[in-house]
């Protein structure tokens, strides 16, 4: 799914555009968080990167 609204890490206002933030210029992130699933196909590299670090 593509997520169109992003927040700028800078003032913290969101927009809709995806390279800059236009009040500020600020580099701006999708702000919502990653999708969460009890039968995660990735968890047992997700534990051992975690461990290793």
Known sequence: MVWLL???VK???Y???QD???YCGG???VPHPAKFSLHD???VY???ARRSS
């Open 27 to 29: 580099e701006v992130k």
């Open 11 to 13: 003032c913290s206002s």
């Open 6 to 8: 992003r927040k700028c």
């Open 41 to 43: 196909k990735f968890e």
């Open 15 to 17: 927009t809709l555009r």
């Open 20 to 22: 800059t933030c236009p």
């Open 46 to 48: 997700r534990i051992k």
